[in-house]
């Protein structure tokens, strides 16, 4: 689990490619000095299990259906990437609960700097927008963000500027691909109103007097 505040920026420094799964050889400073074989990373929002590590850099296996779902497979080696070790129980909760499990890949359609912020527009599917509200959270390339605008199956970001400098999106540029993931509370609601629904039928409320 994850809090979606970004700690560090990591370089890409090698990419092993075999077959349909990766393996990413990742340079950092700050999490490696308190990392253990088995943590998981997010990176650009998809949680990744560390399989080796020096003091400059760690390595993480890539699945290949994680290589489907997610932008991972269009990183290039010197890329830069959003880096957040999962939460610690006894600490601070700044953003909200990311799972690092990505629901799917967005596209930026328009970058427009507004006074000090930069709102950012991403077109998403259908089912990723019925689980958006506007003022509610969203994870991109595992940063949580709060929804400036819904409008449809466009989603707008405003982003302050130590975010858009601190992070990838920064480095962004209109039709490049963005790991999405929703609300994991909304999903949870979602789901129970959908078993619920399923349940309450006419014969069900006929049978119980209504």
């Known amino acids: 689990m994850f809090t979606g505040i970004i700690e560090e ?3 890409i420094q090698a990419i092993q490619k075999e077959r349909q799964a990766m393996q990413l050889v990742i340079n950092a400073q700050q999490i490696v000095t308190d990392l253990h ?3 998981s990373i997010a ?4 949680c990744l299990t ?8 760690f390595k993480a296996d890539i699945m290949p259906e994680t290589v489907k779902a997610t932008t991972l497979h269009t990183l290039q080696r010197g890329d830069v990437v959003n880096l957040e ?3 610690l129980a006894n600490g601070r909760f700044g953003g909200h609960f990311v799972s690092g499990h990505i629901d799917e890949v967005g596209i930026i359609k328009r970058i427009k700097p507004v006074a000090n912020a930069v709102y950012i527009d991403i077109a998403i599917s259908p089912s990723s927008s019925a689980l958006c509200f506007e003022r509610g959270s ?3 390339d595992g940063i949580s963000l709060t929804l400036f605008r819904v409008q449809g199956l466009l989603i707008t970001l405003s982003l302050i500027p130590h975010t858009y400098q601190q992070t990838t999106l920064g480095q962004k540029r ?3 691909g963005v790991n999405i993931e929703t609300d994991l509370l909304g999903k949870h609601v979602a789901q129970q109103r959908q078993q619920v629904a ?3 039928t006419a014969d069900f409320l006929q049978r119980h007097g209504f």
């Open 9 to 11: 920026l990591g370089h």
């Open 174 to 176: 209109v039709g490049d």
């Open 43 to 46: 990176v650009n929002g998809v």
């Open 138 to 140: 969203i994870a991109i």
């Open 85 to 87: 070790r999962a939460m």
């Open 198 to 200: 399923s349940t309450i």
């Open 37 to 39: 074989i088995g943590d």
């Open 50 to 57: 560390v399989t080796s590590f020096t003091t400059t850099y």
